[in-house]
């Protein structure tokens, strides 16, 4: 272990500590009320059913749906697999073309493309600068084939939030299901699934401080009600739907978590809105070069994306030791690959790896702004000082390929 003292936390759009009060609702879970939900025939299994029941009509409540059109997962990566593999397969003799956006996250965009081995095609629309998907755009892109449409609510990267109650209505209009990834919104803004009109919609409960391999795909089942297979066989639980013990310590810990999100979700949003601005100006007024990523109005109260040219991503991540943020490259492998939610902006490759995303959260305070402000300034201009970028064109630097 390092002596240094910890960086301060603002990435909170990856994941969140685990609220106490969430760990407190577990705890029993783990204690005497570890029965399996599935037993039907003895009180162990009555007192997880129970559980689990109170926990999904809590969860089907704060998203605007019924309990019943619940399925628990393993997170929402495994929910967006479920809702758009399984409507694919479901209704495949009807139509195999799906519709998403640029913008959409992996989990939603790799399982489009995966479903290519299956005959199906996916057109991938574009956004503007700001990020935000035009409804008319998914309107021209509805084909006699399309069978489902999948748009995120807010972006995890840049924040921008996308006008899916307008894209719901041309699906509707048209009879195509809609598949919205709310991962990033619910917990943070109001998120009503029934007034959106999404037929399926996935979170997860570890970016609302509840703990991780939980989520949930919400299924409509009426008007329309929508038919879906399953990703795995097994013990019939979740409808069938998602077969295997109920994870019942996780769902109790969503549910709770979610709890506490709503218990004070405008407040909280107007608190991490303010001390996101003011993130934002402290960065903006003493540095210049700096431009944000994704919509000013339309976007998530805790997220902020900067571009800073004139820096080398990769150098000013390693000089950001104080705080810990994201970079706007997948740093998974030796080589970063730009961010494709940068790129689809119409940022340079080399711009879209010179960006931060900063995103904060309740343990967030103001002098944890002060302090990312001051070693943003700070470690920019000691790179701008010293950048061969600024001096020679890119002189004694490995020329990136285009
Ligand atoms: C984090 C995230 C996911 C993946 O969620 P997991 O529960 O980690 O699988 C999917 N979509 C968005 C928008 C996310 O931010």
């Known amino acids: ?4 003292p910890r960086p301060i936390y603002l990435d909170y759009n990856a994941t969140t500590p685990v609220d106490r009060r969430v760990i407190e609702a577990m705890m029993p879970c783990f204690g005497e009320q570890f029965g399996n939900a599935s037993s039907a025939v003895h009180r162990f299994g009555w007192e997880a059913s129970r559980l689990a029941d109170r926990a999904r009509e809590t969860i089907a409540a704060g998203i605007g749906a019924h309990p019943e059109e619940i399925i628990f997962t393993s997170g929402a990566t495994e929910a967006n697999n479920l809702a758009i593999k399984g409507v ?15 913008t959409e996250h992996r989990a939603v965009l790799d399982p489009c493309h995966a479903l290519a081995a299956e005959g199906f095609t996916t057109t991938v629309l574009k956004v503007d600068a700001e990020g935000v998907l035009d409804p008319a755009h998914i309107k021209a892109a509805l084909g006699d084939d399309t069978v489902l449409v999948s748009v995120m609510l807010a972006n995890n990267e840049i924040g921008t939030i996308q006008p899916v109650a307008a894209i719901a209505e041309i699906c509707h209009e048209r009879g195509v299901l809609l598949h919205c990834d709310a991962t990033q919104a619910v917990g943070k803004l109001p998120v009503h699934a029934a007034s959106l009109g999404a037929d399926l919609l996935s979170f997860t409960a570890h970016k609302i401080y509840g703990p991780k391999g939980v989520g949930a795909l919400m299924v409509r089942r009426s008007r329309p009600r929508v038919r879906l297979l399953p990703l795995c066989e097994g013990g019939g639980q979740e409808q069938g739907l998602r077969p295997g013990t109920l994870n019942v310590p996780g769902i109790v810990g969503f549910a709770r978590a979610l709890e506490l999100c709503l218990a004070d979700m405008d407040g909280e949003a107007r608190r991490l809105a303010a001390l996101r601005d003011r993130l934002e100006a402290g960065i903006l007024t003493q540095l210049d070069g700096v ?3 994704g919509s000013v109005e339309q976007r998530l109260p805790n997220t902020a994306s900067l571009t800073f040219t004139g820096v080398d991503g990769a150098a000013m991540l390693a000089g950001l030791d104080e705080i810990a943020v994201a970079s706007g490259a997948a740093c998974a492998s030796a080589d970063p690959k730009p961010s494709h939610v940068l790129l689809a902006l119409g940022r340079p490759r080399e711009l879209a790896a010179a960006s931060l995303r900063f995103s904060l959260g309740r343990f967030s305070s103001a002098t944890d702004v002060e302090v990312a402000i001051a070693a943003v300034v700070r470690t920019v201009m000691r790179l701008r000082e010293h950048s061969p970028l600024r001096h020679t064109e890119r002189g004694g630097r490995p020329r990136r390929a285009p």
């Open 1 to 4: 272990m390092s002596s240094t």
């Open 88 to 102: 694919a397969r479901a209704v495949r003799e009807h139509g195999r073309h799906l519709i998403t956006c640029a």
């Open 291 to 293: 431009t944000r990523n």
